[in-house]
T-cell receptor, first 111, second 114 residues
């Protein structure tokens, strides 16, 4: 158990809809990262938050957004969903400049 | 753009043998490298990391080697066990730690034969 908790584990939704994925980082970790894993693209970095502030941005679509709350949990919002958004979405957390620990992921299926 | 890639998509070894998983990276400015293991249905699990000022680092049954001259990274697993069956990813990072901007390779599927 990495200590990073993601909910829900599975999510099935229709195209055009909006979903919210939730992540609770390890106790004491200030950084939260979101990754997308698909069969054709592998693990792709989406975005990082550090202590509530956006720190780095990767290949995140404009339809996607994230935030980190004062209690350090984070949410990834995916809107106007397309079939191609079906993937595993991982959250990871770390303290500054140390290895990141990943959650178990949320499997999103868009139908 | 920069890329991290793995030489082989699948590696099959006998239980008890040593495994070597290779990775090539292309960004000479990368200063931090990590190996992750991902079992089916689970998230990536940190195995070992190495910073660019080192060329070798050892953990429990694992060793990571870094050759900056040829931009090559390898993961050696000693005396492989059935529980080592997984997909192994190498990743590189420019900022010295954490996971921001980590560039992952496609992964190597390690299969342990009984």
């Amino acid at each position: 158990d990495s200590g990073v908790t993601q909910t829900p584990k599975h999510l099935i939704t229709a195209t055009g809809q909006r979903v919210t994925l939730r992540c609770s980082p390890r106790s004491g970790d200030l950084s939260v990262y979101w990754y997308q894993q698909s069969l054709d693209q592998g693990l792709q970095f989406l975005i990082q938050y550090y202590n509530g502030e956006e720190r780095a941005k990767g290949n995140i679509l404009e339809r996607f957004s994230a935030q980190q709350f004062p209690d350090l949990h984070s949410e990834l919002n995916l809107s106007s969903l397309e079939l191609g958004d079906s993937a595993l979405y991982f959250c990871a957390s770390s303290t500054q400049n140390t290895e990141a620990f990943f959650g178990q992921g949320t499997r999103l299926t868009v139908v | 753009g920069e890329s991290v890639g793995l030489h082989l998509p699948t590696l099959s070894v006998q239980e008890g043998d040593n495994s070597i998983i290779n990775c090539a990276y292309s960004n000479s400015a990368s200063d931090y490298f990590i190996w992750y293991k991902q079992e089916s249905g689970k998230g990536p699990q940190f195995i070992i990391d190495i910073r660019s000022n080192m060329d070798k680092r050892q953990g429990q049954r694992v060793t990571v080697l870094l050759n900056k001259t040829v931009k090559h990274l390898s993961l050696q697993i000693a005396a492989t066990q059935p529980g080592d069956s997984a997909v192994y990813f190498c990743a590189e990072n420019l900022s010295g730690g954490g996971a921001d901007g980590l560039t992952f390779g496609k992964g190597t599927h390690l299969i342990i034969q009984p």
